[in-house]
């Protein structure tokens, strides 16, 4: 029998979900916004967006020897215009009020995303995707590590990655993604809980608590 707990575990206390409660506590006393249940779910979608394109990678990984899920939904350059116009487009016709925090909250979210994704590893993350290191525009699911230049995010700056670890993450991925099922493959990017992520949550949580004594649970679209 197979066991998801692993998973169900990262989903509840992982980083993306400590991005989304803490982004949104901090942003909601920035703009005095109450605890809106609605637009905390926003700022979930918003800290995993980037990862749906693990969806088709998982459909297409074998008939077309994609090696990542770094495909599209992990080009920021792209996708962060096409959100932040998505949601502006859809809060200024049913929330106008609320636009401005609704539009911060997403970016925050999903930039925090991109740049724990860079700064977890040392083969870092391709931030200036689909941009190859000459300037031009080129997009490919196979491995892009001769396409654009991955960069390592620290508290000391940014910086480019060391090309054997991109390297090697990209030959790994790739045989891993001929030959693994789904479970698998999903299964070995999930890492266990750390106690700063459990304590992360937990202050995160304190935050929504103090946020809902101090503002309220908020009010709707209006």
């Known amino acids: 029998m197979r066991n998801w707990l692993p998973l169900a575990q990262q989903i509840a206390f992982g980083w993306d ?13 920035l703009f005095g916004e109450g605890a809106n ?16 394109d693990l969806i088709p990678f998982l459909l297409l990984r074998k008939k077309m ?7 599209f939904g992990h080009y920021p350059i792209i996708i962060l215009p096409l959100e932040v116009t998505t949601v502006g487009i859809i809060a200024l016709t049913t929330c106008r009020h609320h636009a401005l925090f609704l539009i911060s909250l997403v970016l925050v979210c999903t930039i925090a995303h991109f740049v724990h994704d860079a700064a977890a590893r040392s083969h870092g ?12 525009l080129r997009f490919t699911l ?15 700056g940014v910086k480019e990655a060391p090309k054997e670890d991109v390297q090697r993450l990209y030959e790994t991925s790739l045989q891993r993604a001929q030959t693994y099922d789904n479970y698998s493959e999903i299964m070995s990017r999930v ?10 949550f937990g202050l995160g949580t304190l935050g929504l608590v103090a946020l809902v004594i101090c503002n309220g649970s908020g009010p709707g679209c209006n």
Do not use: K
């Open 37 to 52: 249940p609605w637009f905390l779910c926003i700022a979930g979608i918003a800290a995993y967006l980037p990862d749906l």
């Open 125 to 136: 993350f391709h931030l200036l995707a689909p941009f190859t290191r000459d300037g031009q």
């Open 142 to 156: 196979a491995s892009p590590t001769d396409l654009w230049v991955h960069y390592t995010v620290s508290w000391t």
């Open 65 to 71: 020897r994609i090696a990542g899920h770094w495909v």
């Open 191 to 200: 890492e266990a809980v750390s106690l700063s992520q459990v304590t992360t």
């Open 17 to 29: 979900t400590n991005i989304a409660l803490c982004s949104f506590v901090a942003l909601s006393f």
